[in-house]
């Protein structure tokens, strides 16, 4: 398996913790900087690694920054990402698993609560199955507008 890293200023330090743990594990990781704390612009640093996830499939993305929101949302902008802001393990588990997440965004928890989200979504398979219905339903929203959603009520 490949990663690709990144971050900006905030997360810069656990992002060098977590591209650490990662390559003593022996995984590939392609860190993308930034390669000092100055101030930097997530919006960017989280396109390239979607870019970069895109084109090479089977790879997957670490996203470190003030909050993990920002670079999430600006993953998701990328064609064929599905990027999570996982706030726990079972959140983490569950977006692997169920949604086949491929962009794994983080900060707003302690070092050790980062490092065993980090631990389950690496570990984490997707279930496929039935959640693979589901995920393709994601996929196509890249290619058009959702249909309407069928009001029960009527």
């Known amino acids: 398996m490949k990663i690709y890293a990144s971050s900006d200023h905030a997360g810069f330090e656990l992002r060098q913790e977590l591209v650490g743990i990662l390559r003593g594990r022996g995984i590939d990781v392609d860190d993308r900087g930034p390669v000092d704390p100055r101030s930097c612009d997530y919006p960017l640093a989280a396109t390239e690694v979607g870019r970069l996830v895109r084109n090479d499939p ?4 670490l996203l470190v920054c003030g909050s993990g929101i920002g670079m999430c949302m600006a993953a998701n ?7 999570v802001d996982a706030w726990n393990v079972d959140s983490a588990r569950l977006s692997r698993a169920h949604n086949d997440a491929n962009v794994l965004c983080a900060r707003m928890v302690s070092k050790a609560e980062a490092r065993a989200i980090l631990d389950v979504w690496i570990a984490t398979a997707f279930d496929g199955g039935r959640h693979a219905a589901r995920v393709a339903q994601i996929d196509d929203r890249d290619q058009a507008v959702a249909p309407p959603i069928p009001n029960p009520s009527v």
Do not use: M
């Open 58 to 61: 089977g790879s997957r993305g």
């Open 77 to 83: 902008k990328v064609q064929g990402v599905r990027a």
